[in-house]
């Protein structure tokens, strides 16, 4: 029953704004109003019930010398919500000669190209199915000063909840592995996914490419693992990339401090570089 509501996570979101814009033209008792606001909003924050599991071994999405950011390493859940099947979510970039600029009051952005990591190749983790692909949004600029930031994080934020996951991952690919898990790929390219549903993939096969679709600031690749194609019914699962080795050394933009009491042992911690 708990899976089955929160699959329906994005509707609880529409109904409750309908309901508190009617509740202000709409003439009916002030309690009944009341109670029905309260109960679509609790159950738009209704999750799937928890999945526990080791850490499954996995392949690294890409090649070469990336950061990692929003890790299970530092904390679970890793970008704060479970919401989404990203409890153990990570996004990972490539390493930016620029990376301390500090962030400005400028509105003014950047194209994504510009970014290291725009284009770069992602690759299945394990071999699977293809059950879900798409790529028909385009690239947006970035979100990288406080300006756009804040607009990212509360107006583009509330009308992408009201869209749905799609909005959310944007361009995204999802694999079925042969052992029952499903792995998402968010945020690629316009128009770089190579595989379509029920396409067979292999370990490493080339899916997409990195991009700066959906939720995001700028170009990044955020990967999970669940226990469900469908994300807002899906519950995150950890995993762990032994053939990636971990730099000690530590990129000052994405670094957190020490890792929380929650946080997944087995996976770099926000900021460390990895070489996969």
């Excluded at 924050?45 to 299970?72: E, F, H, I, K, M």
């Excluded at 009051?105 to 199915?129: D, I, K, L, N, Q």
């Excluded at 945020?187 to 379509?196: A, E, F, G, K, Q």
């Amino acid at each position: 029953m708990k899976r089955a509501v929160a699959s329906a996570q994005t509707w609880w979101i529409r109904l409750f704004v309908l309901a508190v814009v009617a509740s202000t033209v709409v003439p009916a008792p002030r309690l009944l109003e009341l109670g029905l606001i309260a109960a679509l909003f609790a159950l738009g924050l209704v999750r799937p019930p928890r999945a526990d599991r080791p850490p499954t071994d996995l392949a690294p999405p890409v090649r070469g010398r990336w950061v990692v950011l929003n890790s299970p390493g530092t904390a679970v859940p890793s970008h704060g919500v479970k919401a989404y099947g990203q409890t153990y979510a990570v996004d990972i970039l490539r390493p930016s000669p620029d990376a301390a600029t500090s962030i400005g009051w400028s509105w003014r952005t950047r194209r994504p190209e510009t970014y290291p990591c725009f284009g770069e190749p992602v690759r299945a983790m394990a071999a699977g199915t293809v059950v879900r692909s798409t790529d028909r949004q385009r690239d947006h600029r970035s979100r990288d000063t406080w300006p756009t930031l804040i607009s990212m994080m509360t107006v583009e934020a509330f009308a992408r909840e009201l869209g749905g996951a799609p909005f959310i991952l944007g361009n995204h690919v999802i694999v079925e592995h042969d052992d029952g898990t499903f792995a998402a790929y968010a945020h690629l390219r316009h128009r770089s996914t190579r595989v379509r549903p029920g396409d067979r993939v292999a370990t490493g096969d080339h899916l997409g490419d990195v991009g700066n679709t959906g939720n995001t600031s700028e170009p990044h690749l955020h990967v999970q693992l669940m226990d469900r194609a469908r994300v807002t019914a899906a519950a995150g699962l950890p995993m762990h990339w032994p053939d990636a080795a971990t730099d000690e050394q530590k990129d000052p933009r994405w670094s957190t401090g020490k890792p929380k009491p929650t946080a997944l042992p087995t996976f770099p911690q926000n900021g460390q570089i990895i070489q996969a």
